[in-house]
């Protein structure tokens, strides 16, 4: 089959976060979704009423949204849109009684007691994966960045893969599931990739062999459509972008634009290097897989695996060189401010780390760690 790869601005922006809806004074999910997208849409005047909201979308779970910017120039341009979309929501949701929360997962909510959007598509993804299914009460940070053409694609895939552990420390932030600790600074990571087509992405030599990919897994009914494989990092033809899928949901709209301007930079400078006949490094896959269990696991303790040749880095080390590295590309984009940020999260620590200092402050009361949440949430 032939996928076509869409036109897109070299380095253009796009950022996706979900975000939980949690009652104002239990802390527990609340399923009322499609009350808040009615509000939403309701207040955005000029909407039909069967067109969906351009910016707040329907998630898999009713206790959870999407909020989406358009194509954005810049990553402050993004924060903008993210920022002013999520006044809109709070608009609809303060007089509920609900608040917005968002990290890997919720402290204590019970996943399997969760209801599903009733929709189709959702009907057969958990029908399909049954018990692994239910279990994903999960929130994320998707960032697209526009490439110039089709070639860079796969590259570009494998390139953020050796990034995976990066991105995962700094963001993992489900260390509870189900009121239980599970040791992990990023239950998400390990929970996620257990659906079909979910995980870590194949390394193609050539598109073909993608588009070959993509056939097969048509043609045997593992999908039924090409946006049903959710990879870690996947290109994503009709916007002409790869998405960088890793981050475990961020409270922070600062942390969500650090996370956002460190994808930007690391896809700009590795078109650059594709435009100068230069190659991108591919990781062995069981290096891949590895770093991602590290970093799942250890968080910004991990001690990573940087190339093929086995030589390895703690994984904030290794943050930092890169970061010296990117400036001049941060500046060049005009997110210089929010690449910095980066350096903020790792002196500061991540959602695993001060989730479980919370917890230790109140005797074990989890509940806390959602109302320390939804105070950063505020604090974008």
């Keep these: 089959m032939k996928i076509e790869f869409a036109q897109s601005g070299q380095s253009s922006l796009g950022v996706e976060w979900e975000i939980a809806l949690v009652d104002k004074q239990t802390r ?4 009322v979704a499609e009350d808040v997208l009615r509000g939403v849409h309701e207040l ?17 779970l ?9 194509v954005c120039s810049t990553v402050a341009e993004a924060k903008d849109q993210l920022r002013y979309n999520l006044g809109a929501v709070r608009e609809v949701t303060d007089p509920m009684g609900v608040d917005l929360y968002c990290a890997g997962s919720h402290p204590f909510a019970p996943p399997k007691l969760q209801q599903v959007t009733d929709k189709e598509r959702y009907a057969k993804l958990i029908d399909r994966t049954q018990w692994w299914g239910q279990q994903m009460v999960i929130y994320g940070v998707h960032v697209h960045v526009g490439l110039d053409r089709c070639a860079k694609a796969l590259p570009v895939v494998d390139g953020l893969i050796n990034y995976q552990p990066h991105f995962q420390a700094l963001s993992a932030s489900s260390p509870f599931w189900g009121g239980e600790d599970t040791g992990y600074a990023s239950q998400r990571a390990l929970m996620f990739q257990q659906l079909p087509t979910a995980g870590i992405p194949y390394h ?17 009914g593992v999908i039924d459509d090409i946006s049903e494989i959710r990879w870690d990092v996947r290109p994503v033809p009709r916007f002409g972008t790869v998405e960088m899928r890793i981050p475990d949901g961020m409270s922070s709209l600062k942390d969500v634009g650090a996370i956002a301007a460190l994808t930007q930079c690391l896809v700009d400078d590795m078109s650059t290097t594709l435009d100068n006949g230069g190659s991108i490094p591919v990781m062995p896959p069981w290096y891949r897989v590895e770093n991602k269990w590290r ?7 991990a001690i990573i695996i940087l190339d ?5 880095m703690l994984v ?3 943050l930092e060189q890169e970061l010296n590295r990117l400036e001049p590309v941060a500046r060049k984009l005009g997110c210089a401010d929010e690449l910095a940020d980066v350096e903020r999260i790792i002196r500061g620590g991540a959602g695993y780390q001060w989730q479980r200092e919370i917890a230790a402050a109140n005797a074990g009361d989890l509940r806390a760690i959602v109302a320390d949440n939804v105070a950063r949430m505020h604090s974008v």
């Design 316 to 318: 904030t080390e290794h």
């Design 295 to 301: 970093a799942a696991r250890y968080g910004m303790e």
């Design 62 to 70: 009713l206790n959870t949204i999407e909020i989406v910017t358009g």
């Design 28 to 31: 527990d999910l609340r399923p």
């Design 308 to 312: 093929a040749a086995g030589n390895e």
């Design 204 to 220: 193609f030599d050539t598109w073909a062999a993608y588009e070959g990919y993509v056939a097969d897994m048509l043609h045997t």
């Design 44 to 60: 955005h005047g000029e909407l039909d009423p069967d067109e969906e909201h351009p910016h707040v979308k329907q998630e898999l």
